[in-house]
C-alpha cells in the first residue's frame, strides 16, 4: 500500500511566484515526516524534517494530522530551488523509511 | 570524512550473470540502508541494517541479498541479475533517529 503519495511529477512556477509541493500519507501512529531534495549532479539530501520545525532555505512544512499532509511550501521560488523533491516517512520504530514518487520542481526565470 | 560512497559508479550486466554492490561509510552509523530508484517509483526501500551482523527486509527484497559484516560496509548482492533490475542504486546510513545520508548512487543495466 502507497505510504507517502506526491501527487504532482511536475511542477513549474516563476520565478518570485510561490510554490507548494503536496505530500500525503497514510500511517496509523505518529509517523516522522522529511522532506528530502535532489538538485541536479548531487546526492539526494535532507531538506527539513517536521520534528524540527524549521526553515530551511525559505521552506517550511507543516504536518497536519487531520489531513495527512505534509505539504511543503515557499513564499517565493527562485531558480536554484529546481531540483527533484521526495516526501519521506519513518514509522515511529525508526528502521524504515517509504518515500514518495517525487516532484520534478522547475523554477522558470 | 568521505561519507557514504559506493562501489562501483556503472556497470552493465547480461541476465543472470552476478556482482555485489558495495557501501562504505566512516560516520560510525549503526543503520545503513539500500534502495532502488526507478522513474516514477521514487526510491523503494530493498533491505536495511540496524547494525553489523543484522539485516531485514524492505519493500522489494525478491532477487536481492545483503550482508553486514563490519559495520561500516553494507554488501547489495544480485546472485542471478534480471532486466527488472535494471535501475539506480542508493546507499544510505544513518545515526539512531537523525538524518539519512546517501551515496552518489549505481547506475546499473542487465541486458
Known amino acids: 500500500a502507497q505510504r507517502v503519495t506526491q501527487p504532482e511529477k511536475l511542477l513549474s512556477v516563476f520565478k518570485g511566484a510561490p510554490v507548494e509541493l503536496k505530500c500525503n500519507y497514510s500511517?496509523?501512529?505518529?509517523?516522522?515526516l522529511f522532506w528530502y531534495v535532489q538538485y541536479s549532479r548531487q546526492r539526494l539530501q535532507l531538506l527539513l524534517r517536521h520534528i524540527s520545525r524549521e526553515s530551511i532555505k525559505g521552506f517550511t512544512a507543516d504536518l497536519n494530522k487531520g489531513e495527512t499532509s505534509f505539504h511543503l511550501k515557499k513564499p517565493f521560488a527562485q531558480e536554484e530551488d529546481s531540483a527533484m523533491y521526495y516526501c519521506a516517512l519513518s514509522p515511529n520504530t525508526g528502521n524504515q523509511f517509504y518515500f514518495g514518487t517525487g516532484t520534478s520542481l522547475t523554477v522558470i526565470p | 570524512n568521505a561519507g557514504v560512497t559506493q562501489t562501483p559508479k556503472f556497470r552493465v550486466l547480461k541476465t543472470g550473470q552476478s556482482m555485489t554492490l558495495l557501501c562504505a561509510q566512516d560516520m560510525n552509523h549503526e543503520y545503513m540502508y539500500w534502495y532502488r530508484q526507478d522513474p516514477g517509483m521514487g526510491l523503494r526501500l530493498i533491505h536495511y541494517s540496524v547494525g553489523e551482523g543484522t539485516t531485514a527486509k524492505g519493500e522489494v527484497p525478491d532477487g536481492y541479498n545483503v550482508s553486514r559484516l563490519k559495520k561500516q560496509n553494507f554488501l547489495l548482492g544480485l546472485e542471478s541479475a534480471a532486466p527488472s533490475q535494471t535501475s539506480v542504486y542508493f546507499c544510505?546510513?544513518?545515526f539512531g533517529l537523525g538524518e539519512q545520508y546517501f551515496g552518489p548512487g549505481t547506475r546499473l543495466t542487465v541486458t
Open positions: 500511517y496509523s501512529g505518529s509517523p516522522e
Open positions: 544510505a546510513s544513518r
